[in-house]
């Protein structure tokens, strides 16, 4: 059972584009939304993340929109650029009772190529 | 800056050898994590630890385990390698419990790309 859907599978925007990936996901106990970013022969890093009390969070040209009722949520690259391809990770936890997300549900990926 | 480092980049092994992959992050992080990525299939978390001597499954244990001795070392042991283990294995850590709402972040190593023939 997938729990965090993630789409497209394969992403090409060209230099000063939108880039959009989107995620779905059917636990509600989740709380907590990473996106992680990941260059070939590397290993991912986190990009940015929103908790559901808000419905959107902007990191530069980074900007992650989250919709509850609908149990999805975007990151949008805008101005793409060639060095932003690379495959993105999003993710969704469950706070514990410690207060820690500390395990995360990973989307497949996407591969995201901008072309110069 | 965090550190985790893994012990090889590339490993080929033979069928049935048991495989030690080693793992080490210099942040005094509670938790550590090992995970396996595969085209098309993403990351899936293989163990993880929240303590020293503490592990807990995963979504895809079988054919593993997992040794944590010291804080800053997680190993991932294949017992008897198989073909179908070939795959990228990715190391990461964190903090453990509530040091801010984004305190989370997991850290992750190089990867080790491991063959098994």
């Known amino acids: 059972q997938q729990q965090v859907k993630q789409s497209p599978q394969s992403l090409i925007v060209q230099k000063g584009g939108i880039s959009i990936i989107n995620c779905a996901y059917e636990n509600t106990a989740f709380d907590y939304f990473p996106w992680y970013q990941q260059f070939p022969g590397k290993g991912p890093a986190l990009l940015i993340a929103i908790r559901p009390d808000v419905s959107e969070k902007k990191e530069g040209r980074f900007t992650i929109s989250f919709n509850k009722s609908a149990k999805q949520f975007s990151l949008h690259i805008m101005d793409s650029q060639p060095g932003d391809s690379a495959t993105y990770f999003c993710a969704a936890s469950i706070r514990n009772s410690g207060g820690s997300n500390y395990k995360l549900t990973f989307g497949k990926g996407t591969l995201l190529t901008v072309n110069p | 800056d965090v550190k985790v480092t893994q012990s090889s980049r590339y490993l080929v092994k033979r069928t049935g050898e048991k495989v030690f992959l080693e793992c080490v992050q210099d942040?005094?992080?509670?938790?550590m994590f090992w995970y396996r990525q595969d085209p098309g299939l993403g990351l899936r978390l293989i163990y993880f630890?929240?303590?020293?001597?503490?592990?807990e499954k995963g979504d895809i244990p079988e054919g593993y385990s997992v040794s944590r001795e010291k804080k800053e070392r997680f190993s991932l042991i294949l017992e008897s390698a198989s073909t179908n283990q070939t795959s990228m294995y990715l190391c990461?850590?964190?903090f453990g419990s509530g040091r801010g709402p984004f305190s989370n972040e997991q850290f992750f190593g190089p990867g080790t790309r491991l063959t098994v023939l």
């Open positions: 942040m005094d992080h509670e938790n």
């Open positions: 630890s929240y303590d020293v001597k503490m592990k």
């Open positions: 990461a850590s964190s």
